[in-house]
């Protein structure tokens, strides 16, 4: 064991990097929500607009 604890330091290390980043990257509840709300509602016009083109005749 010529490296000591460097092995234990840098898991470590790595533990509070990889907590770090999961705190950064999770969404709360309430966001997501809201996020997947929105999402939907784009997604209801995008439909409404595709209908509308097919019923004026446009067909593509």
């Known amino acids: 064991m010529t490296r000591g604890n460097q092995r234990d330091q840098d898991r ?3 533990q509070k990097k990889a907590a ?15 996020r997947k ?3 939907a ?5 995008k439909q409404k ?8 005749g446009g067909g593509k």
């Open 12 to 14: 470590l290390k790595a």
């Open 20 to 34: 770090a980043n999961a705190k950064k990257t999770k969404e709360s509840a309430s966001s997501l929500a809201k």
């Open 37 to 39: 709300e929105a999402d």
């Open 41 to 45: 509602e784009i997604l209801r016009a």
């Open 49 to 56: 607009k595709k209908e509308e083109a097919a019923a004026a």
